[in-house]
């Protein structure tokens, strides 16, 4: 069992194509199969090898690990289908010997009047046959003149072609509506259709999933790996995902590339547990890793309705990873953040501190500027709070410290006696005294990573308040 993952590298992997290359990967390793990636890099002008390394360093970063491909070659390569023009070239000889296929010297004119003429007429545009069936003395003719050609598919008449679609179940075209096709650009390149149909086959793929807007092209392919004698792989569209309110993902979701994820500080983790359940149902709501997520990935588990974009589940997923991450997980991400301005010695302490009340690294920048600054900056809302506490209630606790110093209990014990308070009226401004803010952290781990002179220093300015 082989899947596979094909993209053209023109531009960064985006939350669409990953969600793909995913699914290929847990339905692979679900079954004990190989997970094949494979560079679509026919069109020269848009395709670039920066993309390609962004691709396997995006891939590598998610986790999602192809078994073969460029790094891994199991005898199947090369994997780049640019490097393919070779191979191709015989299945071209081969359609042509068979009469599958004719060069077409109609210009980009001739072609966009026939289709307006169509849909003029209320037809589907489609290749009209102009150049189908020429004679062999014309076409040297044209040749000889100078004048440059396509290669399209015949495509044969009057013939149903039918799959059974991994998702969508059986699935029906007939030939009369598929129009001669472009199988090699005029400037000798493969089309999509060709070079993706053509390996597939020869690279012994046997299940291929792939976005829906593909669907049309199945029938396509399935006719050349025919007139090849090839085998075809199965296919299954996937449903494209979309806007909550059902539009096509707009150009903000959309263009959201698996880098500028990382670079917002998203968790790997957090993505791939997200994607895996768009269009896949999973019975367990539980964070799992990669390798658990293959183990209860099921075909039958996949939905035909399109699959909805919802950034607060991201960000639950993002919240459960928080959760789960151990310490040497949480720096690895947090520490880019912090490290300006926390001193090493206490980096894992800081960190250990506030993980858990961030979501991005961003959070723990806010924190680190909150509790190492040498004044404390209120929130609007803290700032009436000290305002409306007396003056006597800090300096309550600045006595309290000296007394009892900043182990918690004692600490805490020692102000309620003094104050007479409890509940919120004591807690809260205390913590917005220490921090600024009105959540966060257990004050206990506050304190004790602030130590006696911060708080003291804090509390000063809470009594001192000058607004
Ligand atoms: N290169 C094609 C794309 O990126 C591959 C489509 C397919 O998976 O067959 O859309």
Same mark, same amino acid.
């Given at each position: 069992m082989k899947t596979r993952f094909a993209p053209s590298p023109t531009g960064y992997v985006h939350l669409g194509n990953i969600r793909t290359a995913l699914f290929n990967a847990l339905y692979a390793h679900s079954k004990q199969g190989t997970f094949l990636v494979r560079i679509e890099d026919t069109d020269l002008a848009r395709s670039h090898n920066d993309y390609v390394e962004a691709l396997f360093e995006d891939m590598a970063w998610l986790g999602i690990q192809n078994d073969e491909g460029p790094h891994h070659d199991h005898g199947f390569g090369p994997y780049f289908q640019s490097k393919r023009a070779d191979i191709y070239a015989k299945y071209y000889e081969e359609l042509e010997h068979k009469g599958m296929a004719f060069p077409c010297f109609c210009t980009e004119e001739q072609l966009a009047l026939n289709r307006k003429v169509q849909q003029s007429a209320g037809? #589907? #545009? /489609?290749?009209? *046959?102009?150049? /189908? +069936?020429?004679s062999e003395a014309l076409v040297k003719q044209n040749f000889q003149s100078g004048k440059t050609a396509t290669l399209r598919f015949k495509v044969p008449t009057g013939k149903t072609i039918e799959f059974n679609d991994l998702v969508r179940g059986v699935q029906r075209f007939n030939s +009369? %509506? &598929? *129009? %001669?096709? &472009?199988? /090699? /650009?005029a400037d000798g390149t493969s089309s999509f259709l060709f070079s993706n149909a053509i390996d597939d086959a020869l690279m012994q793929v046997t299940h291929a999933m792939r976005g829906e807007d593909h669907v049309a092209n199945t029938p396509r392919q399935i006719l050349i790996q025919q007139a090849l004698d090839l085998s075809s792989p199965m296919y299954g569209h996937l449903p494209l995902i979309v806007s909550s309110d059902s539009s096509p993902l707009s150009k903000r979701l959309g263009s959201w590339s698996v880098r500028e994820m990382r670079n917002l500080g998203y968790l790997p983790i957090a993505i791939i547990n997200y994607l895996a359940r768009l269009g896949h149902n999973y019975e367990s709501n539980e964070l799992m890793p990669i390798e658990e997520l293959a183990k209860h990935f099921s075909i039958d588990a996949l939905g035909r309705a399109p699959a909805h974009f919802d950034g607060q589940q991201l960000l639950h997923w993002q919240r459960e990873a928080i959760a789960k991450a151990d310490l040497a997980k949480l720096k690895e991400w947090l520490l880019p953040a912090i490290q300006d301005k926390i001193a090493i010695e206490h980096e894992d302490a800081f960190i250990a501190l506030i993980s858990h009340n961030c979501v991005f690294p961003a959070d723990a920048t806010a924190w680190a500027n909150r509790l190492c600054a040498d004044e404390v900056n209120y929130e609007e809302e803290c700032a009436e709070i000290v305002k409306n506490t007396p003056a006597e209630f800090f300096a309550s606790a600045i006595e309290a410290v000296n007394d009892q110093g900043i182990q918690y209990t004692a600490f805490m014990d020692a102000l309620k006696q003094k104050t007479t308070l409890k509940g919120k009226q004591l807690f809260q401004p205390l913590r917005v005294a220490l921090t600024g803010v009105l959540h966060g952290p257990e004050l206990a781990d506050i304190m004790g990573f602030l130590g006696k002179e911060r708080i003291i220093n804090r509390l000063e300015q809470a009594k001192n308040r000058e607004f």
């Open positions: 037809l #589907p #545009p /489609r290749y009209s *046959g102009t150049c /189908r +069936n020429l +009369n %509506d &598929i *129009g %001669d096709f &472009i199988i /090699r /650009r």
